[in-house]
């Protein structure tokens, strides 16, 4: 009997019942089957040796695909695990969970004897044992009372909790390869040899099924690709995320520290200081050339206001709350209520929207402990945030002109960025109507733009659909920062209203904007994506003056007033040090220019000029180094 097949092209193919979709692959080119890791069969995923029995919509899983590198990397999960139970004994070990991440997977145990980096290697080469075995990896279907019996003989409690969890009606696997089996769904590698590159990278504690109340277990963190140059190429990129890492740079670079008197809460020091400055005045400048009015609104408010905004219902599990004069207060997660209120405070008529609302705000929000990391992740921030006032007819417009301003300043930091837009999420506020409309103004934006971009369907703001900016950085990584939210709901909940031509009110619609996102968080990533080296206009420190010996600190001085003068950030190396030494300590600090001064440059008036990047520039006068600084700085505020 034969069943016919669909293919992703939309090609039909007849094959005889039973065939796999590993011979599905081969009768349509051998090299296809030589990429095949898995199939999909009407989107479900399945082994290369799955069998065919009815009509079916197939697809080929292959290695360079998404799903393919999944596979690979779950596979080499359970490689690790079987490398662990041979190295420390069966029974010296309990499995928990293995499943693939990012950039990689992981596999939770329970062992008594800690594990640390340096055993690493003995688990690597006990992998690579079993890999060159080319164990198959082969799937059973077991029933659930199977299941339990198998792993209660086996002495796996952390299994059986997961058997137990599982829904009533679930298909229960067990995929085996040699001497060891595991819970899984799959699917999987036909057989381990077809692991072709991977790498232990650490060791970590990990609450079991992320729940602090639950045993710590030990976590190994690995990669794997499906060529060793793949892997080289990720492996460097993690030893330059590691120099680069922001939080060993602001500690070298005096950016900011942390404390444990106020944890996940940044501390600026002077030189970070200034750059959280710099960025402020370089949006602060673009938004009032935008017609934006800046306002504060207070850090704590009535917890009245938080359930008139629906921020109570939620975000409530991460707000910080407290009491004064026997009422509830809370610290704002989000500055939107305040600005609803400033918006309130006073009549408006239509001739004077839109209304653009800017504030450098900070925002409180309680992240556990184990989540805090660094800048990226912290729990008092800076939003760049601005809510814009609009008729229904300005809407595309004013999103349109935030898109602008977004890629400008972008730009200016030299980055590239992809585009979400984010549809309805289930604990969504409002009506559907209203969601439809909003979605569709942000989708005809894009598309009028030209804009690619993808949906993530569910992932907008309680109140409203969102297009997300996601930059990529010197490494390639992606950061969501930049947002516009197109709200109808919270102009209802504060009755929002404005006087239209018709002389009667009118509600108005808000759009939530933020560029940096977080500045704090922004700062992280500029440090990384630069790492440390800031460009010009953005650097603490612009110029180093280094005079050859004390002799000449007096004429280093008067350099520093005259540079000070014209605005440019300088600093002046009086140690009593060689001149090769303070050069050296200037390029650690990674400053942009360093001037050296000595006899003949105090007799000229002039300074010796060294620039990060391009070396001996040679003498300038003191009004010739000003300009080229001063007129540099410009221009890379411009554009990057």
Same mark, same amino acid.
């Given at each position: 009997?034969e069943?016919?097949?669909i293919?992703?092209?939309?090609?039909?193919?007849?094959?005889?019942?039973?065939?796999? @979709?590993? %011979?599905?692959?081969?009768? *349509?080119?051998?090299?296809?089957?030589?990429q $095949?890791? &898995?199939?999909? =069969?009407?989107?479900?995923?399945v082994?290369l040796?799955w069998?065919?029995?009815?009509d079916?919509?197939?697809?080929?899983?292959?290695?360079?695909?998404?799903?393919?590198?999944?596979?690979?990397?779950?596979?080499?999960a359970?490689?690790?695990?079987?490398?662990?139970?041979?190295?420390y004994g069966?029974?010296?070990?309990?499995?928990?969970?293995?499943p693939?991440i990012?950039?990689?997977?992981y596999?939770?145990?329970?062992?008594?004897t800690?594990?640390?980096?340096?055993?690493?290697?003995?688990?690597e080469?006990?992998?690579?044992? @079993?890999? %060159?075995?080319?164990?198959? *990896?082969?799937?059973?279907?077991?029933?659930? $009372?199977? &299941?339990?019996? =198998?792993?209660?003989?086996?002495?796996?409690p952390?299994k059986?909790?997961?058997?137990?969890?599982?829904?009533?009606?679930?298909?229960?696997t067990?995929?085996?390869?040699?001497?060891?089996?595991?819970?899984?769904?799959?699917?999987?590698?036909?057989?381990?040899g077809?692991?072709k590159?991977?790498?232990?990278?650490?060791?970590?504690?990990a609450?079991?099924?992320?729940?602090?109340?639950?045993?710590?277990?030990q976590?190994i963190?690995?990669?794997?690709?499906?060529?060793?140059?793949?892997?080289?190429?990720?492996?460097?990129r993690?030893e330059?995320?590691?120099?680069?890492?922001h939080?060993k740079l602001?500690?070298e670079?005096?950016l900011f520290?942390f404390?444990?008197?106020?944890?996940?809460?940044?501390f600026?020091?002077p030189k970070g200081m200034?750059?959280?400055?710099?960025?402020?005045h370089?949006?602060r400048?673009?938004?009032?050339?935008?017609d934006y009015?800046?306002?504060?609104?207070p850090l704590?408010?009535?917890?009245?206001?938080?359930?008139?905004?629906?921020?109570?219902?939620h975000?409530?599990?991460?707000?910080?709350f407290?009491?004064?004069?026997?009422t509830k207060?809370?610290?704002?997660?989000?500055?939107?209520p305040?600005?609803?209120l400033?918006?309130?405070?006073?009549?408006?008529?239509?001739?004077e929207?839109?209304?653009?609302?800017?504030?450098?705000?900070q925002?409180?929000r309680?992240?556990f402990s184990?989540?805090?990391?660094?800048?990226?992740?912290?729990?008092t921030?800076?939003?760049?945030?601005?809510?814009l006032?609009?008729?229904?007819?300005?809407?595309?417009?004013?999103?349109?002109r935030?898109?602008a301003?977004?890629?400008?300043?972008?730009?200016?930091?030299?980055?590239?960025?992809?585009?979400?837009?984010s549809t309805?999420?289930?604990?969504?506020?409002?009506?559907?109507?209203?969601?439809?409309?909003?979605?569709?103004?942000?989708?005809?934006?894009?598309?009028?733009?030209?804009?690619e971009?993808?949906?993530?369907?569910?992932?907008?703001?309680f109140?409203?659909?969102?297009?997300?900016?996601?930059?990529?950085?010197?490494?390639?990584r992606?950061?969501?920062?930049?947002?516009?939210?197109?709200?109808?709901?919270?102009p209802?909940?504060?009755?929002?209203?404005?006087?239209?031509?018709?002389?009667?009110?009118?509600r108005?619609?808000?759009?939530?904007?933020?560029?940096?996102?977080?500045?704090?968080?922004?700062?992280?990533?500029?440090?990384?994506h630069?790492?440390?080296?800031f460009?010009?206009?953005?650097a603490?420190?612009q110029?180093?003056l280094?005079?050859?010996?004390?002799?000449y600190?007096d004429?280093?001085?008067?350099?520093?007033?005259?540079?000070e003068e014209t605005g440019?950030?300088?600093?002046?190396?009086?140690r009593?040090?060689?001149?090769g030494y303070?050069?050296?300590?200037?390029?650690r600090?990674?400053?942009?220019?360093?001037?050296?001064?000595?006899?003949n440059?105090?007799?000229?008036?002039?300074?010796?000029?060294?620039?990060?990047?391009?070396?001996?520039?040679?003498?300038?006068?003191i009004?010739?180094?000003t300009?080229?600084?001063?007129?540099?700085?410009?221009?890379?505020?411009?554009?990057?």
């Amino acid at each position: 009997m034969e069943i016919n097949v669909i293919l992703p092209d939309g090609t039909s193919r007849r094959y005889p019942q039973g065939t796999t @979709i590993e %011979q599905v692959a081969e009768s *349509i080119s051998s090299s296809l089957k030589k990429q $095949a890791v &898995a199939g999909k =069969i009407n989107g479900k995923p399945v082994d290369l040796n799955w069998a065919l029995n009815h009509d079916s919509h197939i697809e080929i899983v292959t290695l360079d695909s998404k799903d393919g590198l999944e596979i690979v990397r779950h596979s080499t999960a359970h490689v690790l695990a079987q490398a662990i139970k041979r190295i420390y004994g069966d029974k010296a070990v309990r499995l928990g969970i293995g499943p693939v991440i990012e950039d990689g997977f992981y596999y939770d145990i329970d062992i008594e004897t800690p594990l640390s980096s340096d055993d690493l290697a003995s688990i690597e080469q006990e992998m690579e044992r @079993i890999i %060159q075995e080319n164990l198959p *990896i082969v799937r059973r279907v077991v029933s659930r $009372a199977e &299941a339990l019996e =198998i792993f209660a003989e086996r002495d796996e409690p952390l299994k059986l909790e997961l058997i137990r969890d599982l829904p009533q009606d679930d298909v229960i696997t067990i995929y085996d390869q040699g001497e060891f089996f595991d819970l899984c769904r799959g699917p999987h590698l036909p057989s381990t040899g077809r692991i072709k590159a991977f790498k232990l990278l650490n060791v970590a504690g990990a609450y079991w099924r992320g729940d602090s109340n639950n045993k710590m277990l030990q976590r190994i963190y690995g990669t794997a690709f499906p060529k060793k140059s793949q892997l080289e190429e990720h492996l460097h990129r993690l030893e330059e995320a590691k120099k680069r890492d922001h939080r060993k740079l602001g500690k070298e670079l005096g950016l900011f520290m942390f404390s444990e008197e106020a944890p996940g809460m940044p501390f600026y020091l002077p030189k970070g200081m200034t750059i959280r400055t710099e960025l402020e005045h370089f949006a602060r400048e673009l938004q009032r050339q935008r017609d934006y009015d800046e306002v504060r609104t207070p850090l704590m408010m009535n917890n009245r206001l938080w359930e008139q905004s629906g921020h109570w219902d939620h975000y409530k599990d991460n707000m910080y709350f407290t009491d004064v004069d026997a009422t509830k207060y809370a610290l704002k997660p989000m500055n939107c209520p305040g600005h609803m209120l400033i918006f309130k405070n006073s009549l408006h008529s239509y001739r004077e929207l839109p209304i653009r609302i800017a504030e450098f705000g900070q925002v409180h929000r309680h992240e556990f402990s184990g989540a805090l990391n660094g800048m990226m992740r912290v729990r008092t921030f800076c939003q760049d945030d601005a809510h814009l006032f609009v008729r229904p007819d300005q809407i595309e417009e004013e999103i349109s002109r935030v898109i602008a301003l977004i890629d400008h300043i972008y730009q200016v930091f030299g980055f590239e960025y992809t585009i979400e837009l984010s549809t309805r999420p289930e604990d969504s506020m409002g009506s559907e109507e209203l969601w439809n409309l909003a979605e569709q103004s942000l989708q005809n934006v894009l598309d009028k733009r030209g804009i690619e971009y993808r949906i993530n369907a569910g992932d907008g703001a309680f109140y409203g659909p969102k297009i997300d900016f996601h930059i990529l950085d010197a490494l390639k990584r992606s950061w969501q920062c930049g947002t516009i939210q197109l709200d109808f709901q919270m102009p209802e909940k504060f009755d929002l209203s404005y006087i239209g031509e018709d002389s009667q009110k009118h509600r108005p619609v808000v759009i939530h904007r933020a560029v940096y996102g977080s500045v704090d968080r922004f700062i992280g990533i500029l440090t990384e994506h630069f790492s440390g080296a800031f460009p010009l206009w953005l650097a603490p420190v612009q110029a180093k003056l280094l005079p050859v010996s004390e002799e000449y600190s007096d004429y280093a001085c008067q350099v520093k007033k005259s540079l000070e003068e014209t605005g440019i950030r300088v600093e002046v190396d009086m140690r009593n040090e060689r001149l090769g030494y303070k050069i050296r300590e200037a390029q650690r600090e990674k400053v942009p220019y360093m001037l050296v001064l000595g006899e003949n440059e105090e007799k000229s008036g002039s300074v010796s000029v060294r620039k990060r990047g391009e070396g001996d520039l040679g003498s300038m006068s003191i009004l010739e180094l000003t300009n080229q600084i001063v007129e540099e700085a410009r221009a890379k505020k411009q554009t990057e």
